[in-house]
């Protein structure tokens, strides 16, 4: 009756809208082209006895949520009867099922996850399909036991939800809705791991006129369950009117959209990790996104004020933490080239007055190290060359000698060492920095050492003032800091503690290891292979472009 009115009056919006309905509910039944179009929205005939409704059942919600706070995640979601939170418009429907038997179960008959278990082969689909996107316990039987038409029962449904609700509007009702259901989109996609077509063709309408601010949390989460794709379309199509919409030459925004890349580039890592076969574009599209996020980074840290730079620097240390947390898995090193951070952003981020960024980026390139040498390691056991260019090896260990330059050798800005890059400090730039730095009594080399450095030689000399207390023979002398080679030796020889210059190093980086600061121990012990077995001057070790070690042996200054 329904199909035959519409043939002979036309489309109108509230006809395809109550043919959707009855599609939702009964997805046998065949309607053609005849729900295509515009639908209208059905709103409640009495608001206010709806409002009534909703007032008494968050009563009696809220009664027996005081009896019992434990709500359980197998039992089908009932919005103020079971301890969830009542919105005052849903728009998302509840499990409910109508077309059960005798020999069937329904959801909402599960009590106990051991019924969930044992009836699970009995179980009959409810009603509509996209409640699984609020619906814990339907997510659950659609991960075990997934019916093939289930995902484009739920994709239809969003498909006409998002076509109606694109259209700028000023109601508040109709933006709790969208808000709704992409919340439930983002918990759909991060359980099922799938991202439905819907998803997809709503984010590409709505990016282009998107103003950056309305529902930017939830946008911006289930941007990053979009799939791996080749990086020239996935730029085009989603992230450049995304980068349009959202910067805004303030901070925050810089900082969401590298919250949201780095959501994006960990999902990718799940990805890749639990797919055996990933399309050939999946390596090159993760490591441009690393590139574009690269330039990102810089762009925040060049606009970050000083009184807000170290809490700037963390959303870019968990970037590359994710990325490293990547490479550093033996699975990936053939689907995952190492890209690394560029130059420039690993000395802002060396050079801070920030402890934690110190300790988390040098552990950051320790990780580094690590998988360049597996990577390249595994590839020569194979026959290749490394798949690494030896210029590009070369520039990693760069950071490296730099980094022990500074923190170990006493030898800051040293352009000299095999692949040092002397921090890119030009050399004109040097004479004004010695004279600055004798004029504050301090060798320029050795500004940057664990005794001088401005945020470790604090901790240098508390350290040594514990070994101090706990020496057992007593001491008549205490040193005054900073310390040196020169001065640890007059030490002893004056009544002080006897205590050799490599020894008192070692127990500087056992000392802040203890305090949770261990990224700045772990670089020196990876890059000087010795210190874990000697405890004196060490060989400090690079990668090598064919995928071995090369060594070299450094004395102590």
């Given at each position: ?13 509230p ?10 509910y ?13 639908a ?163 984010l ?8 950056g ?38 901070l ?86 190492i ?8 000395y ?47 520039h ?5 000698m ?142 090598t ?13």
């Amino acid at each position: 009756m329904l199909l035959e009115l519409s043939r002979n009056i036309g489309g109108e919006p509230p006809l395809i809208g109550l043919i959707r309905v009855y599609k939702d509910y009964y997805p046998d039944v065949i309607v053609g082209d005849t729900a295509k179009g515009k639908a209208s929205h059905f709103s409640h005939p009495d608001r206010e006895w709806r409002d009534h409704l909703v007032s008494v059942q968050e009563r009696y919600a809220q009664k027996n949520l005081q009896a019992n706070s434990q709500v359980s995640s197998f039992r089908v979601v009932r919005r103020g009867l079971n301890g969830a939170k009542r919105s005052r418009v849903s728009a998302v429907p509840e499990v409910h099922t109508s077309s059960a038997n005798e020999s069937s179960v329904t959801l909402e008959e599960i009590e106990t996850a051991r019924d969930f278990i044992y009836k699970l082969d009995k179980l009959d689909l409810p009603n509509q399909m996209v409640s699984v996107l609020v619906d814990p316990l339907l997510q659950k039987f659609l991960i075990l036991r997934e019916p093939g038409s289930s995902s484009r029962r739920i994709d239809n449904w969003l498909s006409s939800f998002f076509e109606d609700r694109l259209a700028p509007s000023e109601e508040p009702q109709r933006n709790v809705e969208v808000e709704e259901v992409l919340n439930g989109a983002c918990r759909y996609a991060q359980v099922s791991k799938k991202f439905l077509p819907s998803f997809e063709r709503f984010l590409q309408r709505m990016l282009p006129t998107w103003d950056g601010r309305q529902h930017r949390k939830t946008v911006l989460e289930l941007l990053s369950y979009l799939p791996p794709s080749p990086f020239e379309e996935l730029y085009t199509d989603f992230l450049e009117p995304l980068e349009t919409s959202v910067l805004d030459d303030t901070l925050k925004s810089q900082i969401d959209l590298l919250g949201c890349y780095t959501s994006m580039l960990r999902n990718w890592t799940v990805y890749l990790q639990l797919t055996q076969d990933p399309p050939s574009s999946a390596s090159t599209s993760y490591s441009r996104l690393i590139s574009h996020c690269d330039t990102l980074c810089l762009a925040l840290l060049q606009n970050a004020p000083p009184e807000v730079f170290v809490s700037a620097t963390s959303p870019i240390l968990s970037f590359y933490e994710i990325v490293t947390g990547a490479i550093a898995h033996t699975s990936h090193w053939r689907t995952i080239r190492i890209s690394t951070p560029s130059a420039l952003l690993v000395y802002q981020l060396v050079f801070t007055c920030s402890l934690s960024t110190l300790s988390r980026i040098c552990a950051i390139l320790a990780t580094y190290k690590r998988a360049f040498e597996g990577a390249m390691s595994a590839a020569s056991a194979k026959g290749g060359e490394g798949g690494y260019p030896r210029d590009y090896v070369n520039h990693f260990n760069g950071f490296l000698m730099d980094i022990c330059n500074c923190l170990w050798r006493n030898r800051a800005f040293n352009h000299d060492d095999v692949n040092a890059l002397g921090c890119l400090i030009p050399d004109s730039l040097l004479p004004p920095l010695r004279t600055y730095a004798d004029s504050l009594a301090h060798p320029l080399p050795t500004l940057f050492s664990l005794s001088h450095s401005s945020i470790l030689c604090a901790l240098s000399i508390a350290c040594l003032r514990e070994m101090e207390d706990a020496s057992a023979n007593g001491i008549s002398v205490r040193h005054a800091g900073p310390v040196t080679q020169r001065s640890l030796a007059a030490l002893g020889n004056d009544g002080g503690i006897r205590l050799t210059w490599p020894n008192y190093r070692l127990e500087v980086l056992k000392w802040l290891e203890e305090r949770g600061i261990g990224g700045v121990g772990e670089l020196m012990y990876n890059t000087m292979k010795h210190l874990m077995i000697q405890k004196g001057g060490g060989a400090t070790t690079f990668v090598t472009a064919t995928g071995g070690i090369s060594g070299k042996v450094m004395g102590e200054i």
